[in-house]
């Protein structure tokens, strides 16, 4: 079975500032994993997706993610935060060939001027 | 190019009513799904559709009907609409297989539909 848990609900950073945003998996196969993006009332957006051999994947917007199979882990990173980056964040997880696609809860980030 | 398009984007209901909500694709995509986004909870998947002519549930599809019109199209209908469907609705899309690999290539949401049920 998979999962995924992304392991704070709020994250808050002053802009300028390191952005953090951590999430931990469970696959029993090489999982496709993703991050998005939600602003308020809006979709959700697509930051970045892990479906390659290439462990550190480059997203929109500066941000990036690093897959750890060995900690199971794909934290998502910014160097530096801007005001408009406050959002929620959700990791997902996906196995190919399940059409199932596994959100974690979402973690809501605050930027402070 | 609009992606996945959902209609009704607000609507309320009174318990008892029924309603439905659809959902086009323009990517040519196979998959379709449904997903409900309430507080706390992230995104829950109401049904699927891996390919034209064929549904399956999700996690939480009791209350719920679906129609795979075509490729494009597919619809979610609540035939008795109840307050704990109060919710945002969400349709995505996606192609199963990425850039030829046993990858799942990412979903791609419509804007949402915010139903309330009184």
């Known amino acids: 079975a998979q999962s995924v848990t992304q392991l704070d609900s709020h994250v808050s950073v002053s802009e300028g500032t390191p952005v953090l945003l951590r999430c931990n998996y469970s696959s029993s196969y090489s999982p496709s994993l993703f991050w998005y993006v939600q602003h308020p009332n809006k979709g959700l957006q697509l930051l970045l997706k892990?479906?390659?051999?290439?462990?550190l994947v480059k997203g929109i917007n500066g941000f990036e993610a690093e897959f750890k199979k060995s900690e199971t882990s794909f934290h998502l990173t910014k160097p530096s935060a801007h005001m408009s980056d406050a959002a929620e964040y959700f990791c997902v997880v996906s196995r190919f060939g399940t059409y199932k696609y596994i959100f974690g809860t979402g973690t809501r980030l605050k930027v402070l001027a | 190019n609009a992606g996945v398009t959902q209609t009704p984007k607000f609507q309320v209901l009174k318990t008892g009513q029924s309603m439905t909500l659809q959902c086009a694709q323009d990517?040519?995509?196979?998959?379709m799904y449904w997903y409900r986004q309430d507080p706390g909870m992230g995104l829950r998947l109401i049904y699927y559709?891996?390919?034209?002519?064929?549904?399956d549930k999700g996690e939480v599809p009791n209350g719920y009907n679906v129609s795979r019109l075509n490729k494009r199209e597919f619809s979610l209908r609540l035939e008795s609409a109840a307050p704990s469907q109060t919710s945002v609705y969400f349709c995505?899309?996606?192609?199963?297989?990425?850039?030829?690999?046993?990858?799942?290539?990412?979903?791609?949401f419509g804007e949402g539909s915010r139903l309330t049920v009184l």
């Open positions: 559709s891996a390919s034209e002519g064929t549904t």
């Open positions: 990517m040519n995509h196979n998959s």
């Open positions: 892990y479906t390659s051999a290439a462990t």
């Open positions: 995505a899309s996606s192609e199963a297989r990425y850039g030829g690999r046993n990858f799942t290539g990412e979903l791609f």
